[in-house]
């Protein structure tokens, strides 16, 4: 944790946490917040290190290290169904990919254990995982199947190319019947305890602007335009299917995900989700 009074916020480098973000209130903050934008496991190692105090992490990252974080109450980024930015491009169907070559991004944890459960678990089979950049094209050149995340995923999706492609989150709804939740709001231990009333601002300042957003995705909408491209009606379609709550729903179906990723090994024990709660003493 940094001696002075500013907190570091981490900031997903994807669309879908645009809408907590967007309408953010900085000059009520002034000075007193730093933003850092990453892919998600930049920011789950700059968590990790302390170099980040509080913000957007793969919700395995939360996993991982839970004893680390406490998680701000209705805040993530969720969906019960297809996500239409987490996408598996297959050569073959699903249950002929035993033994076949899946290329993973380097820029997810939280989507890359869901292939992994999705595919071990509920279809069967036992792929040889490979990571690398996240490009279609190249992954594809040395796989039968490749996963791309956030506006990675979008891009590819919007172009021509000859395969068949799995939503992640239809996938897990599919088997389990469950929201899903990629990512969580999380904030480390040392920044709660040592900025109590700030970290609850913070959070009432989340809030407010993820309702602005509810209330008015024009100028987000806009934005995805702007920069990643593709119509208004995909991107409020986008935005329509993706759930910012944090509610029992998303918390029961990803207390589902920790405790399949524990049963296959890929978490090393239980992951409670550990929730914060306002106990600042001036407010």
Do not use: C
Not at 3 to 11: T, V
Not at 165 to 185: I, K, N, P
Not at 217 to 229: C, L, Y
Not at 254 to 268: C, I, K, N
Request: net charge negative.
């Amino acid at each position: 944790m940094q001696q002075d009074s500013r907190i570091r916020i981490g900031k997903i480098h994807y669309t879908n946490v645009w809408p907590i973000y967007h309408h953010f209130p900085h000059e009520r903050f002034g000075s007193r917040l730093e933003w850092i934008e990453q892919v998600p496991t930049g920011l789950n190692k700059a968590m990790l290190a302390g170099e980040v105090d509080m913000g957007a992490i793969s919700s395995f990252a939360y996993a991982e290290s839970h004893d680390r974080y406490e998680l701000y109450p209705e805040l993530s980024v969720s969906a019960y169904g297809n996500v239409n930015s987490l996408l598996l491009f297959h050569k073959k169907p699903l249950s002929e990919l035993d033994g076949a070559t899946v290329m993973l991004p380097t820029t997810s944890a939280t989507t890359v254990n869901l292939l992994k459960i999705v595919l071990g678990k509920f279809v069967g089979v036992t792929p040889n995982y490979v990571y690398a950049a996240p490009s279609l094209d190249t992954m594809m050149k040395h796989a039968d199947a490749a996963l791309l995340i956030g506006d990675d995923a979008i891009r590819a999706s919007w172009r021509e190319h000859p395969y068949e492609v799995s939503d992640m989150g239809g996938l897990w709804q599919r088997y389990t019947g469950e929201w899903m939740t990629f990512a969580v709001w999380a904030v480390r231990k040392e920044t709660i305890r040592a900025y109590p009333e700030l970290v609850a601002a913070v959070h009432e300042a989340f809030l407010e602007s993820k309702a602005a957003g509810l209330r008015d995705p024009d100028p987000i909408v806009r934005k995805a335009q702007g920069v990643i491209g593709g119509t208004e009606a995909y991107w409020r379609g986008y935005f329509r299917n993706l759930s910012h709550d944090f509610g029992p729903d998303q918390r029961r179906g990803l207390s589902l995900y920790f405790r399949y990723a524990e049963e296959m090994g890929l978490l090393p024990e239980p992951a409670p989700l550990h929730m914060w709660a306002d106990n600042s003493v001036t407010r």
